[in-house]
T-cell receptor, first 108, second 113 residues
Framework: TQLLEQSPQFLSIQEGENLTVYCNSS?????LQWYRQEPGEGPVLLVT?????EVKKLKRLTFQFGDARKDSSLHITAAQPGDTGLYLCAGFGNKLVFGAGTILRVKS | NAGVTQTPKFQVLKTGQSMTLQCAQD?????MYWYRQDPGMGLRLIYYSASEGTTDKGEVPNGYNVSRLNKREFSLRLESAAPSQTSVYFC????????????FGEGSWLTVV
């Protein structure tokens, strides 16, 4: 069974701070995705990373896929209250596997 | 655009009752999925349908059945609800099986008492 572990589980920070969320596994994935989910809604895809070592930027969000394609990180620069939500990583192996998620709260 | 639509949004059931969650997508996707989301456990795949006419078990299929009624619709049935099935259920779809872009519905909150 392929497992994805996300850390931290909870993160509460002040507006303007930087943060990093990690997604780790002992398994190799062909690609890895990050989703953001707001209360009362379904997850929405933010990005897909495919190549080991790949870095993608989406405004203030930077996503990196580990060289060995077993881990990934999400870095948010100068967090805003609108970044508040549940961040999920998901890896494609023989099927799509989700991590448990990181709950981010950005206080103004 | 409607995308993926689930009904009902909220439901309370008594133990042993049955119910069906309905899901429809208007994106002409081939593959559809049912997930459940529980605190601290992420999204777990219950059943999926790679294409019209096929269904397969996911990670946690026990206590559930599914029907791919046509290309648009994929329903999830609880024959005899149990408190352990209290969860938030998400339907999703993608163009191809395990396709890189999976679109989720807004979720159905189910409580079994």
């Amino acid at each position: 069974t392929q497992l994805l572990e996300q850390s931290p589980q909870f993160l509460s920070i002040q507006e303007g701070e930087n943060l990093t969320v990690y997604c780790n596994s002992s398994s190799v994935f062909s690609s890895l995705q990050w989703y953001r989910q707001e209360p009362g809604e379904g997850p929405v895809l933010l990005v897909t990373v495919v190549t080991g070592g790949e870095v993608k930027k989406l405004k203030r969000l930077t996503f990196q896929f580990g060289d060995a394609r077993k881990d990934s990180s999400l870095h948010i620069t100068a967090a805003q209250p609108g970044d508040t939500g549940l961040y999920l990583c998901a890896g494609f192996g023989n099927k799509l596997v989700f991590g448990a998620g990181t709950i981010l709260r950005v206080k103004s | 655009n409607a995308g993926v639509t689930q009904t009902p949004k909220f439901q309370v059931l008594k133990t042993g009752q049955s119910m069906t969650l309905q899901c429809a997508q208007d994106m002409n996707h081939n593959s559809m999925y049912w997930y459940r989301q529980d605190p601290g456990m992420g999204l777990r795949l219950i059943y999926y349908s790679a294409s019209e006419g096929t269904t397969d078990k996911g990670e946690v299929p026990n206590g559930y059945n599914v029907s791919r009624l046509n290309k648009r619709e994929f329903s999830l049935r609880l024959e005899s609800a149990a408190p352990s099935q209290t969860s938030v259920y998400f339907c999703a779809s993608s163009w191809i099986p395990g396709g890189n872009t999976i679109y989720f519905g807004e979720g159905s909150w189910l409580t079994v008492v």
